[in-house]
């Protein structure tokens, strides 16, 4: 690694992991593209029967909604101006009641397979393929090859078990991170030592602002974004569902 300020380029191991994690991405979508040989309809490939159970489910919207950009950038956030962004964080508790028990009853009652079924029937088909279009230009700059491929061959279980290994490979990268850090710091005593020097670690201009509480921007990622419904849609009860 360098020490004179240049930019540091990835090695042969960065790559070597970079490109385990896509093929075991790819082989857990032609697991799935195996196993429903024959047997494969619209339900199974989209809903998956209805059949999944939460915690799978549940890593998957995780995936889905956490982004590189933030796990890299409220630490950073967090290191350099202290914990201000915790205030965020209110407007979760009343998001995710909204999410379950305000727009999740409708879309499962309706049995329907994406949100854009939900625009069709309430505002017409001009609506609906507006919504798909937007969503779609919005969607393609996230996803790439592999990720397409999987989807493609393997359908909604294989887009929820590639994402749950996925969150398992993030959180044991993110438990390796930390405990390399204070290990290179010099243990947790000397962590604290370092932290008692910074200044902006307390809500000093920072207010809780009523977008804070009423986040329509949270809201309409986790109650109406199709990546989340159909997911919620994929489990074999509301009552699940709503878990």
Same mark, same amino acid.
């Given at each position: 690694?360098?020490?004179?300020?240049?930019?540091?380029?990835?090695? +042969?191991?960065?790559?070597?992991?970079?490109? *385990?994690?896509?093929?075991?991405?790819?082989?857990?979508?032609?697991?799935?593209? !195996?196993?429903?040989?024959?047997?494969?309809?619209?339900?199974?490939?989209?809903?998956?029967?209805?059949?999944?159970?939460?915690?799978?489910?549940?890593?998957?919207?995780?995936?889905?909604?956490? *982004?590189?950009?933030?796990?890299?950038?409220?630490?950073?956030?967090?290191?350099?101006?202290?914990?201000?962004?915790?205030?965020?964080?209110?407007?979760?508790?009343?998001?995710?009641?909204?999410?379950?028990?305000?727009?999740?009853?409708?879309?499962?009652?309706?049995?329907?397979?994406?949100?854009?079924?939900?625009?069709?029937?309430?505002? =017409?088909? *001009?609506?609906?393929?507006? =919504?798909?279009?937007?969503?779609?230009?919005?969607?393609?700059?996230?996803?790439?090859?592999?990720? +397409?491929?999987?989807?493609?061959?393997? =359908?909604?279980?294989?887009?929820?078990?590639?994402?749950?290994?996925?969150? +398992?490979?993030?959180?044991?990268?993110?438990?390796?991170?930390?405990?390399?850090?204070?290990?290179?710091?010099? =243990?947790?005593?000397?962590? !604290?030592? /370092?932290?008692?020097?910074?200044?902006?670690?307390?809500?000093?201009?920072?207010? /809780?602002?009523?977008?804070?509480?009423?986040?329509?921007?949270? +809201?309409?990622?986790?109650?109406?974004?199709?990546?989340?419904?159909?997911?919620?849609?994929?489990?074999?009860?509301?009552?699940?569902?709503?878990?």
């Amino acid at each position: 690694m360098s020490t004179t300020g240049a930019v540091n380029t990835l090695s +042969t191991v960065d790559y070597a992991v970079f490109a *385990s994690m896509l093929i075991v991405s790819a082989l857990i979508g032609l697991y799935y593209w !195996w196993t429903g040989r024959g047997k494969s309809s619209a339900n199974e490939f989209l809903m998956a029967n209805r059949s999944m159970s939460v915690l799978p489910v549940s890593m998957s919207v995780m995936a889905t909604f956490i *982004s590189a950009i933030a796990l890299l950038g409220f630490p950073a956030e967090v290191y350099i101006y202290g914990l201000q962004n915790w205030a965020v964080m209110c407007s979760f508790p009343i998001v995710m009641y909204v999410s379950a028990y305000m727009f999740m009853p409708v879309f499962y009652e309706l049995q329907i397979t994406s949100t854009f079924e939900y625009l069709d029937k309430r505002f =017409g088909r *001009s609506v609906r393929l507006l =919504g798909s279009l937007i969503y779609t230009v919005n969607m393609e700059w996230d996803y790439g090859v592999v990720c +397409t491929f999987y989807t493609t061959i393997g =359908g909604i279980k294989a887009v929820v078990w590639t994402d749950v290994f996925q969150t +398992t490979l993030m959180f044991a990268m993110m438990g390796t991170v930390v405990v390399k850090g204070v290990y290179d710091l010099g =243990g947790l005593h000397t962590l !604290w030592d /370092i932290n008692k020097h910074f200044d902006r670690t307390e809500l000093k201009s920072k207010s /809780i602002y009523p977008t804070h509480i009423l986040d329509i921007n949270w +809201t309409s990622i986790y109650a109406t974004n199709q990546a989340g419904v159909q997911r919620y849609l994929s489990l074999p009860t509301l009552k699940k569902a709503q878990m």
